[in-house]
C-alpha cells in the first residue's frame, strides 16, 4: 500500500520557520517528480513547490519565491518543505503529492497531474 505521510507542522510567528517532511512507502518514487501543494480555510487546493525526479530542477508558487525551498532525498524516498520567513497568509493545510509518470523532466504544478497524495499537516502562522 502506498502511502505519503507529511509531518513538521504546527503553530509559529510570523517571522518564523518550519520543515516539513513527506516520507513515502509501499514503493519508490525516486523517479518521480513530487510537488507540496496548500489549501487555506475556505479555498481551493494550490500549489506550492514542486520538484523532479533528479532534483535538478525546482519550481515556486510567486507567493512563496525566496521563502520556501523544497529538496528530496531519493535514498530516504523522502521530500522535504523548508518555509522561513512565514507569514498569516501561509496558514494552510500543506500536502505533499507524488506523480505517477516516472523520469519526466520537468515537475508538473497541476493537482490532477499528481496521483498519490498525503493526508496533509496544518501549518498556521500567528501574526
Known amino acids: 500500500q502506498v502511502q505519503l505521510v507529511e509531518s513538521g507542522g504546527g503553530l509559529v510567528q510570523a517571522g518564523g520557520s518550519l520543515r516539513l517532511s513527506c516520507a513515502a512507502s509501499?514503493?519508490?518514487?525516486?523517479?518521480?517528480?513530487m510537488g507540496w501543494f496548500r489549501q487555506p480555510p475556505g479555498k481551493e487546493r494550490e500549489f506550492v513547490a514542486a520538484?523532479?525526479?533528479?532534483?535538478?530542477?525546482?519550481y515556486y508558487a510567486d507567493s512563496v519565491k525566496g521563502r520556501f525551498t523544497i529538496s528530496r532525498d531519493n535514498a530516504k524516498n523522502t521530500v522535504y518543505l523548508q518555509m522561513n520567513s512565514l507569514k498569516p497568509e501561509d496558514t494552510a493545510f500543506y500536502y505533499c503529492a507524488a506523480d505517477s509518470t516516472i523520469w519526466r523532466a520537468y515537475a508538473p504544478r497541476s493537482v490532477y497531474e499528481y496521483e498519490y497524495w498525503g493526508q496533509g499537516t496544518q501549518v498556521t502562522v500567528s501574526s
Open positions: 520538484i523532479n525526479w533528479s532534483g535538478g530542477s525546482t
Open positions: 509501499g514503493r519508490t518514487f525516486s523517479n518521480n517528480a
